[in-house]
């Protein structure tokens, strides 16, 4: 049995080390792709050749954020003939009638807006952007939504890159209206400007496949109808349909300089809908495209890093397993020192930390010019504890995803929230959300507390650092659950 748990543990281990070693890669290229000559942005389209543009906001029950999107895209700096906007309308509450209040606002200001409603919600989002997409006038598609507020030159600024014929979709970086608003926002900023960063450049510098991130993005039309369209089939449509235009050869375009603000979850509960959704999707899309991807002749470099992209939300599953089998590891380590010397081996592994830190490090700079040190140490540890308190959670949503379980597309609450005075309590969209669950997490805490008073005794101080964070973060993600449980009338 000690000879199982090991070859288990080093097995997750070795993924996880391999994993930060292709985001160390990506690194390398991020870094290779600022040094390089700022390349230069196309020369902007006269207004005369502006071609026809639909922006589809998909939307299902937005009480509180949806006014704010359509006020920012009916502003749009385009000309109002060749701009078309479509509300796919899912909802079922009150939200329909202020859309079709603000609908009718804009119409009346000479505004092609239409009020896009479905009998059922079949399909979710991707059956809504299929359903608007048959109606559709433009030539391009941007698509944003709900908790978005995109700049007025969005489109002047991303419609030049597709003179290149190749180009199927143009992706513009999320940016955080409440990025100081607590704790928690802060650490999702964090972790998104490294996706947003060295992940999405670094893997477009390496002429590797990237993914349009379901909002912020404008498509080429004829891209999506030759992609095969929009399939519900995954909960991440937006990285299904990715992958299947890029494996037909289309081209594209992240443009990190253009930033594309949005809300961030304030709640734990609200976190754990979205990267459910995330998790599980990002494994049903491994599901279904892996095996085709490696067999493409895209080389080896580009396979490598296909497989963590479809297969990064795996790392939870390795990181929760790794973990479990931590504590059992003491035991083995001090009743058999003949392993000593395997053990020493794969402690190498370990190194692996180093190329993540470096990963996030490299992110930081690139977006807080001041003070950067300071707030890197005092936010990383922070993001590490918060995240390996949350791989239970993605861990069972990566499972489902790759056994194949469906479930329906879960939208994230949205607050309309930005400044700190700001209050989520009385959001009609909470609710009372304390499972199973929320107990397992609990007790998980308590396994790796319990793991330091048991390196402590054996005297093994090897693994006690990460048993504290294991420990504080499962405890944490219990805390910040509960919380917003009892808060929530």
């Given at each position: 049995?000690?000879?199982?748990?090991?070859?288990?543990?080093?097995?997750?281990?070795?993924?996880?080390?391999?994993?930060?070693?292709?985001?160390?890669?990506?690194?390398?290229?991020?870094?290779?792709?600022?040094?390089?000559?700022?390349?230069?942005?196309?020369?902007?389209?006269?207004?005369?050749?502006?071609?026809?543009?639909?922006?589809?906001?998909?939307?299902?029950?937005?009480?509180?954020?949806?006014?704010?999107?359509?006020?920012?895209?009916?502003?749009?700096?385009?000309?109002?003939?060749?701009?078309?906007?479509?509300?796919?309308?899912?909802?079922?509450?009150?939200?329909?009638?202020?859309?079709?209040?603000?609908?009718?606002?804009?119409?009346?200001?000479?505004?092609?807006?239409?009020?896009?409603?479905?009998?059922?919600?079949?399909?979710?989002?991707?059956?809504?952007?299929?359903y608007g997409m048959k109606r559709a006038k433009g030539e391009f598609i941007a698509i944003f939504d709900a908790d978005f507020v995109p700049a007025k030159d969005f489109l002047l600024?991303?419609?030049?890159?597709?003179?290149?014929?190749?180009?199927?979709?143009?992706?513009?970086?999320?940016?955080?209206?409440?990025?100081?608003?607590?704790?928690?926002?802060?650490?999702?900023?964090?972790?998104?400007?490294?996706?947003?960063?060295?992940?999405?450049?670094?893997?477009?510098?390496?002429?590797?496949?990237?993914?349009?991130?379901?909002?912020?993005?404008?498509?080429?039309?004829?891209?999506?109808?030759?992609?095969?369209?929009?399939?519900?089939?995954?909960?991440?449509?937006?990285?299904?349909?990715?992958?299947?235009?890029q494996m037909r050869g289309w081209q594209f375009e992240f443009l990190e300089d253009l930033e594309s603000p949005a809300e961030l979850p304030v709640l734990m509960p609200a976190i754990?809908?979205?990267?459910?959704?995330?998790?599980?999707?990002?494994?049903?899309?491994?599901?279904?495209?892996?095996?085709?991807?490696?067999?493409?002749?895209?080389?080896?470099?580009?396979?490598?890093?296909?497989?963590?992209?479809?297969?990064?939300?795996?790392?939870?599953?390795?990181?929760?397993?790794?973990?479990?089998?931590?504590?059992?590891?003491?035991?083995?380590?001090?009743?058999?020192?003949?392993?000593?010397?395997?053990?020493?081996?794969?402690?190498?592994?370990?190194?692996?930390?180093?190329?993540?830190?470096?990963?996030?490090?490299?992110?930081?700079?690139?977006?807080?010019?001041?003070?950067?040190?300071?707030?890197?140490?005092?936010?990383?540890?922070?993001?590490?504890?918060?995240?390996?308190?949350?791989?239970?959670?993605?861990?069972?949503?990566?499972?489902?995803?790759?056994?194949?379980?469906?479930?329906?597309?879960?939208?994230?609450?949205?607050?309309?929230?930005?400044?700190?005075?700001?209050?989520?309590?009385?959001?009609?969209?909470?609710?009372?959300?304390?499972?199973?669950?929320?107990?397992?997490?609990?007790?998980?805490?308590?396994?790796?507390?319990?793991?330091?008073?048991?390196?402590?005794?054996?005297?093994?101080?090897?693994?006690?650092?990460?048993?504290?964070?294991?420990?504080?973060?499962?405890?944490?993600?219990?805390?910040?659950?509960?919380?917003?449980?009892?808060?929530?009338?």
């Amino acid at each position: 049995m000690s000879y199982i748990i090991l070859l288990l543990y080093a097995l997750c281990m070795l993924f996880i080390f391999l994993y930060s070693l292709s985001q160390l890669h990506l690194t390398y290229w991020y870094l290779k792709k600022k040094k390089a000559a700022k390349q230069n942005a196309p020369t902007p389209i006269e207004t005369e050749d502006l071609p026809q543009v639909t922006i589809q906001l998909p939307v299902y029950n937005e009480l509180y954020v949806i006014e704010r999107l359509i006020d920012a895209v009916a502003q749009f700096d385009y000309p109002k003939e060749k701009l078309e906007i479509q509300v796919l309308d899912d909802s079922t509450d009150k939200t329909v009638e202020i859309i079709a209040n603000k609908v009718a606002f804009w119409q009346a200001k000479g505004i092609d807006i239409q009020h896009v409603q479905r009998d059922n919600r079949k399909g979710y989002k991707a059956g809504a952007l299929k359903y608007g997409m048959k109606r559709a006038k433009g030539e391009f598609i941007a698509i944003f939504d709900a908790d978005f507020v995109p700049a007025k030159d969005f489109l002047l600024k991303t419609l030049p890159y597709f003179k290149n014929e190749k180009i199927g979709v143009v992706q513009t970086r999320w940016g955080h209206l409440n990025k100081d608003y607590s704790l928690l926002t802060k650490l999702q900023a964090f972790g998104l400007d490294a996706h947003f960063s060295i992940e999405q450049v670094g893997r477009s510098a390496a002429g590797s496949f990237i993914n349009f991130n379901g909002t912020a993005g404008i498509w080429r039309k004829n891209c999506i109808i030759d992609a095969g369209g929009w399939q519900p089939d995954t909960l991440t449509e937006d990285l299904d349909l990715s992958y299947r235009a890029q494996m037909r050869g289309w081209q594209f375009e992240f443009l990190e300089d253009l930033e594309s603000p949005a809300e961030l979850p304030v709640l734990m509960p609200a976190i754990k809908s979205q990267q459910f959704r995330w998790n599980k999707g990002a494994a049903e899309t491994a599901r279904k495209h892996l095996g085709t991807v490696l067999k493409k002749p895209i080389g080896a470099v580009n396979k490598v890093h296909a497989f963590f992209h479809l297969l990064n939300s795996s790392i939870f599953v390795f990181l929760l397993f790794a973990a479990l089998l931590s504590i059992p590891m003491l035991f083995i380590k001090y009743n058999h020192p003949e392993l000593q010397v395997f053990i020493n081996i794969g402690s190498i592994l370990f190194f692996g930390f180093f190329s993540i830190t470096l990963f996030y490090w490299v992110a930081t700079k690139q977006f807080e010019k001041q003070k950067t040190l300071p707030l890197f140490i005092k936010t990383y540890p922070v993001f590490l504890t918060i995240t390996m308190g949350l791989s239970l959670h993605n861990a069972l949503a990566v499972l489902e995803g790759l056994l194949g379980f469906k479930s329906p597309f879960v939208r994230t609450p949205k607050f309309n929230i930005t400044q700190l005075k700001e209050s989520w309590k009385g959001n009609i969209y909470l609710k009372k959300s304390f499972n199973w669950l929320n107990l397992l997490e609990a007790l998980m805490g308590l396994y790796f507390l319990a793991g330091i008073g048991i390196g402590i005794y054996l005297k093994d101080y090897g693994l006690m650092i990460f048993h504290i964070m294991l420990g504080l973060g499962f405890l944490s993600v219990f805390y910040y659950s509960v919380k917003a449980a009892v808060a929530v009338k």
